[in-house]
């Protein structure tokens, strides 16, 4: 039975999502609400991003370290889904007015290559069943005003997930000792944080282990090909608008996010919303979706669903599309009914939704091609 305080809370949630409006602490109405009441609320509001289409690519754990949690009056992690509309290839673009008060973190990503199903997993079996590593940027952002969050707060609103920037997948070696990886973060070329692996929960494979051992108690499994986000590596670091931020992590290699340009007040409700760029590894399988194809930089299928956007993986041929070409797509269509796809066509000819999706005022959605 769905509690009504969870269900309306995640509808105040996923609205402050859509328009960039931040919200009051629920724990300023309820000083009682807890980390229970707020897994409820996730869970609501984790229903409503899967009726849009988005999928569930893996987990972030959050307050890994000793400092936050002695913040929030706990000696215990918080976790959230990722989803697949969030991910960005490193050196992404990101619309700085498609957040409220973002901030970026340096983080070590797991995945795995085998499932792993709790209670009783330990470092060493957690170890066994990563196959791959890579370095992360997650941009961390709250739906609650000025970042006044409680524990309940913050779990609820998918524990103050934005969206994440990743760099190349790497074998995960046995050998790697990943409490000693070092990370120096720059912001526009000067250093103004740095960490290590131990920073997260004492160990990040440590923090895989700790995530299986909490799904295991409710019966759920940490499945191959999911992601782990680990936690931050340092204190969270501002982006505003024009910033360029770098995390050089030692063996992992450079990953880069830059802040793009800002929404004007006026289109923050409603606004169409496209991908910043190609590359998600989200597929394009929402229920209802036909999957279709045209020329861009990095890639063959686009899928799109207001107000997040994704696109598979699907290199494309430099024979294949015009040289400096990149055709996107956007519309208004209203949230939780209406998904579409854009079908084959040139970069010179602005594609057509194959079919028309509700829009706020009743218009036909608007599409745009450009070269670049």
Known sequence: MIAPDARSRAEILYEARATQQPVAPFTDNDPTLGAAEGYAVQRELTALLLADGDSVVGYKAGLTSAPMQEMFGVDTPDFAPVFGSTLHADGAVLDRGRFIAPKVEAEIVFRLASPLTGPGVGVEQARGAIGEVAAGLEIVDSRIVDWRIRLADTIADLASNGAAVLGSWAEATSGTDYRRLGVTFRRNGEVVASGNGAAA????????????????????????????????????????????????????????????????????????????????????????????????????????????????????????????????????????????????????????????????????????????
């Open 201 to 372: 929960l004492g160990d990040p494979v440590a923090v895989v282990a700790w995530l299986a051992n909490v799904f295991g108690e409710h019966g759920i499994t940490l499945e191959a090909g999911h992601l782990v986000m680990t936690g931050a590596l340092h204190a969270a670091v501002p982006l505003e608008h024009g910033d360029t931020c770098t995390a050089e992590f030692d063996q992992l290699g450079a990953i880069t996010v830059h802040a793009g340009r800002a929404v004007p007040p006026d289109e923050k409700r409603g606004i169409p919303r496209w991908s910043e760029q190609a590359g998600s590894p989200q597929q394009c399988s929402a229920p209802g979706s036909s999957v279709s194809t045209w020329p861009t930089r990095s890639c063959t299928r686009m899928c799109w669903t207001w107000p997040w956007s994704w696109a598979a993986t699907e290199p494309t041929p430099a024979s294949a599309r015009p040289p400096g070409s990149a055709c996107r797509s956007r519309t208004a269509a209203s949230p939780r009914s209406s998904r579409w796809t854009s079908p084959s066509t040139s970069s010179s000819t602005p594609p057509t939704p194959s079919r028309t999706p509700s829009t706020p005022n009743g218009s036909r959605p608007s599409t745009r091609c450009w070269s670049t």
